[in-house]
């Protein structure tokens, strides 16, 4: 039998990195996207410790025309894209105010936490069939239905666009038999949650694991936290 295949942005480490061990454990071939070499191997070199054997692609997910090359790449050797988690993603204004946070960090962090799950989904449309699954890693932060607060405005907001994003491709993608969510992991213990973080990678990639393998089919364009819909 055929496995299945998925592609993790940002799967070095954390919740990424989690995710695509769970999903090799479920019989996927996983594709681990990271922006350099050391990484990748890094990344691969952990999971076969685990007795995981993962593949990894280079894509700078900031960058156009390298998630461009890393389609190209796996075109060449795969058919069909089961599930895509759009998870990469920075965080550079924790401790700053709107009113000072830097144009460079908000190009910055509005590339990569959100533009970038919009091109790397358009990009590999062509490998998205019918049951197809596409996960976006968000963040309660991007709540705007809430008081949304001072806390790292500019990624607050990218997340907020990241939502936007998704609810726009659910729509378009529903009548091809794709289904994209948006899912908020909560404060996970990785580089950048922090140790003091209460929960785990595990439990952080509990939701995007059922989204992907589990939850109805017909499940699409909604935001979700430990495994119910939240407010967007």
Do not use: H
Not at 8 to 29: D, H, P, S, W
Not at 197 to 223: H, M, Y
């Amino acid at each position: 039998m055929t496995s299945k295949t998925a592609l993790v942005t940002g799967a070095n480490r954390g919740i990424g990195l989690e995710v695509a061990r769970q999903l090799e454990e479920r019989q996927f071939t996983v594709w681990l996207a990271v922006r350099n070499t050391d990484s990748g191997e890094q990344a691969t070199a952990s999971q076969k410790k685990g007795g995981i054997t993962s593949r990894f692609v280079l894509m700078d997910v900031a960058n156009p025309s390298s998630i461009n090359q890393a389609f190209a790449m796996m075109s060449k050797e795969v058919a069909t894209l089961d599930v895509l988690v759009n998870n990469a993603g920075i965080l550079l204004d924790e401790s700053v105010s709107v009113l000072e946070v830097s144009q460079k960090a908000v190009y910055d962090t509005l590339n990569t936490n959100a533009l970038s799950a919009l091109f790397v989904t358009q990009t590999f449309l062509p490998l998205l069939k019918k049951g197809s699954r596409i996960i976006n890693v968000s963040s309660g932060a991007g709540e705007i239905c809430r008081d949304m607060s001072s806390y790292a405005p500019i990624y607050s907001v990218s997340k907020t666009t990241m939502n936007a994003i998704s609810c726009q491709l659910a729509s378009a993608l529903r009548s091809k038999g794709v289904s994209i969510n948006a899912v908020c992991p909560g404060w996970v213990r990785t580089e950048m949650g922090g140790m003091v973080a209460p929960r785990s990678v595990k439990r952080g990639a509990d939701t995007i694991i059922w989204l992907a393998l589990d939850a109805p089919a017909d499940e699409t364009g909604r935001f979700w936290r430990d495994r119910k819909t939240i407010s967007w």
